[in-house]
């Protein structure tokens, strides 16, 4: 428990005047990241504060007894420190403030307003316990390994499913192309991702779609045939299930594909269809306007128009002037193959909330991946998330969105994001290189103070998916900054997401050849070997699982950072330089045991030598 203090009062909890210069202190109750309750009722209070902090008080006032309950330091890196606490309220409203000392003595006193000289009557912030937001994550999501599939490119287990045109396993991926993967090929190796210490296996969309990727979908209610059928999903299910993984489906519920059957009765009966309210029309009858002259040359367009009509029975008209290509109604990017469904119209959003809840009441499936949560209204996601809670509690809703996800997780929509702020800042220190270790760590604390505790702890941390260029590409083909990159994934809090033929390494560039088919005859190699061990580590230590976390100081190019839980502590310390450092540790951070390593890993008294992109987890003495 952290230590708690008597104060003389909460007017100037140091005795002197605060500082009034414009201290980056952030605090908002109201935000969830900042304060929010735990199933046990209990407050986690947490803010940024500048990196100079060397205390935090959370300072309640409770009738004339003043409170100062000192904060844990998370870490401390370039122009930022991270500081939280969890307390038990002492009573059901609280008034607090909160008071700082910097490392040369001098106090800051933050009130409602911001930073003040003393904290008056008006200052203290009015907190209600019972209504402070508490999020309900799902339990057995919280520092789950999760590990992403493109169903067309994992493995295949019935050829007879394989089209006679699809591409040879493992040529180089084309736009339009088939290679044959199923879902009773990612059955047949649910022991591998055992043994790689998966809990959660991601698909990318399963359902009847004419495109590999399938976000562009023409029934919701039928798993593609090529992947097996309903029968397969049920197979897939049953057998992860019984191995202890679960399962989270991806859809897209704000485009479909034009041949999906309500868009085509909008396209033989016009305004006059009964789902003409389903889709924004902006011209009757329904065609698509194209540039012969730029689509020629297009590496996308050049691929995907000329079928187009006979495909979908959308007309084709030629312009010779405006954009490259122009649908007479609202799409995803104005991409004419992927129509827009206005989730405002009730009929629609009813339908998009019914599939959903088929599929977690008929598969008994454990999460939904949504696709480009950007476009759709918060109301929707807030009615997704209520029917799909009273139909199933526990059910894990990931949401796409590249960026601060906050606003969708405030307990009322989401439960995590793809978390690719996370892959932002890992690319730029191991991958590219074109960050400090400092920088990185700053960058880091930043993140976190982004979420509420139980966000957190299931962000889906990914380092690569199916829309980005893989992360050994990026990383120059060194398999070095990958592994360090993967170790840190699989050490932080989070729900750590590997994208599949990670562990081999699997390298490819941006969409389609960051969808590669997995290669089989590879498995076992030195790196596989250690992304097993790192993520089996996770497995088997609550630390790494579910642990506190606290950033060391950095030494060059390494970080170093502790797990904690009341009954364990793991020391992580990974080097992403090209000379070797040495680590002076404090008593109870020394890796007295160590549980895995890479590189040269020397110890010696209350020194840890890392050499170049070595890497060393051990249990703390």
């Not at 493992?170 to 192309?177: E, F, K, Q, V």
């Not at 989070?494 to 050849?513: I, V």
Request: hydrophobic share 40%; aromatic share 10%.
């Amino acid at each position: 428990m952290a230590a708690m203090r008597i104060l003389d009062n909460d007017h100037l909890a140091y005795g002197i005047v605060g500082n009034l210069r414009p201290h980056q202190v952030t605090f908002d109750p109201a935000d969830s990241a900042c304060l929010h309750r735990t199933s046990r009722g209990h407050l986690t209070f947490r803010f940024l504060a500048p990196v100079d902090t060397a205390e935090a008080l959370v300072v309640i006032r409770d009738g004339t007894r003043v409170m100062g309950h000192e904060m844990r330091s998370v870490g401390a890196a370039g122009e930022v420190s991270f500081w939280e606490i969890t307390l038990a309220p002492p009573a059901e409203r609280l008034q607090c403030s909160l008071a700082l000392r910097l490392e040369d003595g001098t106090p800051i006193y933050v009130g409602v307003t911001g930073v003040t000289a003393a904290i008056e009557r008006i200052d203290r912030f009015e907190i209600e316990v019972g209504a402070v937001v508490h999020h309900q994550v799902p339990e057995w999501a919280r520092g789950a390994v999760i590990y992403q599939i493109f169903p067309d490119r994992f493995a295949s287990a019935d050829p007879g499913l394989t089209p006679v045109d699809a591409l040879p396993w493992g040529s180089p991926p084309t736009y339009r192309g088939f290679m044959g993967g199923d879902l009773d090929g990612i059955a047949a190796h649910l022991d591998h991702l055992v043994d790689l210490g998966i809990d959660v296996i991601y698909l990318n969309p399963i359902f009847s779609s004419p495109s590999n990727h399938r976000y562009d979908t023409r029934d919701y209610y039928t798993v593609d045939p090529m992947l097996g059928g309903n029968e397969a999903l049920g197979r897939l299910v049953t057998a992860a299930h019984q191995r202890d993984m679960r399962i989270i489906l991806d859809v897209s519920l704000n485009h479909l594909h034009p041949t999906f059957p309500f868009f085509q009765d909008v396209l033989r009966n016009g305004a006059d269809s009964d789902y003409a309210g389903w889709f924004d029309v902006y011209e009757h009858p329904l065609m698509v306007r194209y540039r012969p002259d730029l689509v020629a040359d297009h590496p996308y367009w050049s691929v995907r128009l000329p079928q187009f009509e006979e495909d979908t029975g959308v007309r084709l008209e030629t312009v010779d002037s405006g954009p490259i290509v122009q649908p007479s109604y609202d799409t995803w990017y104005s991409v004419p193959q992927m129509p827009r469904v206005d989730l405002q119209h009730p009929d629609a959003r009813q339908y998009m909330i019914d599939v959903a809840t088929h599929w977690v009441r008929e598969y008994a499936i454990d999460g939904w991946r949504m696709d480009v949560v950007r476009y759709i209204d918060h109301d929707f996601w807030a009615d997704l998330r209520a029917a799909i809670e009273a139909e199933r509690p526990g059910i894990y809703l990931l949401a796409e969105v590249m960026g601060d996800a906050r606003r969708w997780l405030q307990g009322d929509e989401f439960d995590a994001t793809m978390n690719y702020t996370f892959r932002e800042i890992c690319l730029g220190f191991f991958g590219l290189k074109t960050i400090t270790a400092e920088e990185f760590v700053a960058d880091y604390l930043r993140m976190l103070a982004m979420y509420s505790p139980a966000v957190t702890e299931v962000n889906q941390n990914l380092i690569g998916s199916h829309d980005t260029s893989r992360f050994l590409r990026l990383a120059g083909e060194d398999e070095r900054r990958l592994l360090l990159a993967t170790v840190f994934q699989l050490t932080s809090p989070g729900a750590p997401g590997l994208y599949y033929g990670d562990e081999l390494p699997l390298t490819g560039g941006h969409d389609p050849d960051c969808r590669r088919a997995f290669d089989w005859e590879r498995t076992g190699s030195d790196h596989h070997q250690a992304v097993r061990a790192v993520s089996r580590l996770r497995r088997h230590h609550a630390a790494l699982r579910r642990g506190n976390i606290e950033m060391l100081p950095t030494v060059d190019q390494c970080v170093s950072f502790m797990r904690r839980t009341e009954n364990e502590q793991i020391f992580v310390a990974i080097n992403n330089g090209a000379t070797t450092v040495d680590l002076g540790v404090a008593p109870g951070q020394h890796p007295g045991a160590i549980l895995w390593s890479v590189g040269q890993v020397r110890t010696h008294g209350e020194i840890i030598e890392l050499g170049p992109h070595a890497a060393v987890i051990g249990l703390a003495q």
